[in-house]
C-alpha cells in the first residue's frame, strides 16, 4: 500500500506565510511528478503547483511569484511555501503523486492526501 500524508495547514492572516508538507510511504517503487491542488467551498479543484521528477514546476497564475513548490526525493516528500497569502487562497489543500509501487513498476498510479485546510482571515 502507499499513502500520502500531508501537514502544514491552519489560520493565517493576509500578508502571511504557510509552508505544506506532503510524504508519500509504503511500498514505493519510484515517484514520478509531485503537486498541489486546492478546492475552495463551492468550487471545483484546481491546479496549484506541480513539479516533474527532473524538478521543472508549473504554476497556476494565481499564486505564481508567491508559492514555490520543492520536494525531496530522499524523502519522497514534496512542499509548499505559500507566502503573501489572501483570503482568496483559502481552500482545502491535496497532494498529488504520481507513483510506480514496488507490486506493479511498470504502472503509474495517481493517489491523493486527505487534505489540509488553508483558511486566510483577519
Known amino acids: 500500500q502507499v499513502q500520502l500524508v500531508e501537514s502544514g495547514g491552519g489560520l493565517v492572516q493576509p500578508g502571511g506565510s504557510l509552508r505544506l508538507s506532503c510524504a508519500a510511504s509504503?511500498?514505493?517503487?519510484?515517484?514520478?511528478?509531485m503537486g498541489w491542488y486546492r478546492q475552495a467551498p463551492g468550487k471545483q479543484r484546481e491546479l496549484v503547483a506541480t513539479?516533474?521528477?527532473?524538478?521543472?514546476?508549473n504554476y497556476a497564475d494565481s499564486v505564481k511569484d508567491r508559492f514555490t513548490i520543492s520536494r525531496d526525493n530522499a524523502k519522497n516528500t514534496v512542499y509548499l511555501q505559500m507566502n503573501s497569502l489572501k483570503p482568496d487562497d483559502t481552500a482545502v489543500y491535496y497532494c498529488?503523486?504520481?507513483?510506480?509501487?514496488?507490486?506493479?513498476?511498470?504502472?503509474?498510479?495517481?493517489?491523493w492526501g486527505q487534505g489540509t485546510q488553508v483558511t486566510v482571515s483577519s
Open positions: 513539479i516533474s521528477s527532473g524538478g521543472s514546476t
Open positions: 498529488n503523486m504520481v507513483i510506480k509501487p514496488e507490486w506493479a513498476r511498470a504502472v503509474s498510479y495517481n493517489y
Open positions: 509504503g511500498s514505493i517503487f519510484l515517484v514520478n511528478n
